[in-house]
């Protein structure tokens, strides 16, 4: 019964739950840094969705991708995100891009861009 009705969701059910983590780590850095903000949470629209975005009182916006699974290139991955990024409304607030990757990824961080990785998401 499990390997059968269970295990093929379980890489689903933990990468839900990995974004809800993400997001903690996201406030919880803004707490650390005495951060204000306005909203941290997801956004969808018909065309596109964004894993985490926290709106800041700053006028700076922090978008993340979180990646459970194999996260394949990290430029691409950084370049798919900056994309999603320009359909956001807010458009006048300066950016900043997160990837958030189950495992310390191999290379270097495309140009601004932050990785954070489970390990180290509440440092």
């Not at 990290?74 to 994309?83: C, D, K, W």
């Amino acid at each position: 019964m499990f390997h059968q009705r269970i295990a093929p969701l379980l890489e689903s059910y933990f990468g839900t739950r990995f974004e809800k983590l993400c997001e903690e780590g996201l406030l919880a850095d803004y707490r650390k840094k005495q951060i204000l903000w306005q909203h941290v949470g997801q956004y969808w629209d018909q065309d596109m969705q964004l894993d985490l975005v926290g709106v800041r009182q700053d006028k700076w916006i922090d978008f993340g991708e979180c990646k459970w699974g194999e996260p394949g290139p990290l430029g691409s991955l950084a370049e798919r995100l900056a994309q999603k990024c320009e359909q956001y409304p807010k458009k006048k607030f300066s950016q900043g891009l997160h990837l958030y990757l189950k495992h310390k990824p191999r290379g270097h961080a495309p140009p601004n861009t932050q990785i954070h990785y489970l390990t180290n998401l509440f440092d």
